[in-house]
T-cell receptor
Framework: KAGVTQTPRYLIKTRGQQVTLSCSPI?????VSWYQQTPGQGLQFLFE???????NKGNFPGRFSGRQFSNSRSEMNVSTLELGDSALYLC??????????????FGSGTRLTVV | DQQVKQNSPSLSVQEGRISILNCDYT??????FLWYKKYPAEGPTFLIS?????DKNEDGRFTVFLNKSAKHLSLHIVPSQPGDSAVYFC????????????FGTGTRLKVLA
């Protein structure tokens, strides 16, 4: 079966711009979580959506937002980009029968570079 | 404030020997822990987990040990194989049902043939 698909794979943006990243979960998975990976900080939790509702949120500024559609696809948006937003953004989906990150399937990520 | 710490950014081990990856945490409320493995250009993949009611969990060549009093967990890989070369992340949460996990910064393991 198809895995978690993230688009685009690579993105270069200028400071001050905004960006939208997309994640298509595995069919049947209703929970989608987003993480930011940077070399010094590891994976940091951004937010988690389930049935179009944000259930959990990490400690990121309001410039980071997300949403989930009725087909479980999710997008995250970063406005007013800063150089420090350069990172690998990972999306993970999980089926409703398995709780927690042991049920995660991660996508390959979107590498965002802010210049 | 890093609640989950992997103090060794890298580790090299000879093929066939034991690899020991360490992880420390500060939040005493954490009661569920996982290890993930990540190859370059791929997303992390789940490896093994342990809840706080256990002190050991084994799955084939992989064993995770939990020392709650020391707030320390470790992943043992025996025997190590070149295909195990990857970045390993530990993660922790308050409960297994949550979807909000705190990950460490990762340890890059290199298994030498």
């Amino acid at each position: 079966k198809a895995g978690v698909t993230q688009t685009p794979r690579y993105l270069i943006k200028t400071r001050g711009q905004q960006v939208t990243l997309s994640c298509s979960p595995i069919s049947g998975h209703r929970s989608v979580s987003w993480y930011q990976q940077t070399p010094g900080q590891g994976l940091q939790f951004l937010f988690e959506y389930f049935s179009e509702t944000q259930r959990n949120k990490g400690n990121f500024p309001g410039r980071f937002s997300g949403r989930q559609f009725s087909n479980s696809r999710s997008e995250m948006n970063v406005s007013t980009l800063e150089l420090g937003d350069s990172a690998l953004y990972l999306c993970a989906s999980s089926p409703p029968s398995i709780g927690g990150a042991n049920g995660y399937t991660f996508g390959s990520g979107t590498r965002l570079t802010v210049v | 404030d890093q609640q989950v710490k992997q103090n060794s950014p890298s580790l090299s081990v000879q093929e066939g020997r034991i690899s020991i990856l360490n992880c420390d945490y500060t939040n005493s409320m954490f009661d569920y822990f996982l290890w993930y493995k990540k190859y370059p250009a791929e997303g992390p993949t789940f490896l093994i987990s342990i809840s706080s009611i256990k002190d050991k969990n084994e799955d084939g060549r992989f064993t995770v040990f939990l020392n709650k009093s020391a707030k320390h967990l470790s992943l043992h890989i025996v025997p190590s194989q070149p295909g195990d070369s990857a970045v390993y992340f530990c993660a922790a949460s308050e409960g297994s049902g949550t979807y909000k996990y705190i990950f460490g910064t990762g340890t890059r393991l290199k298994v030498l043939a």
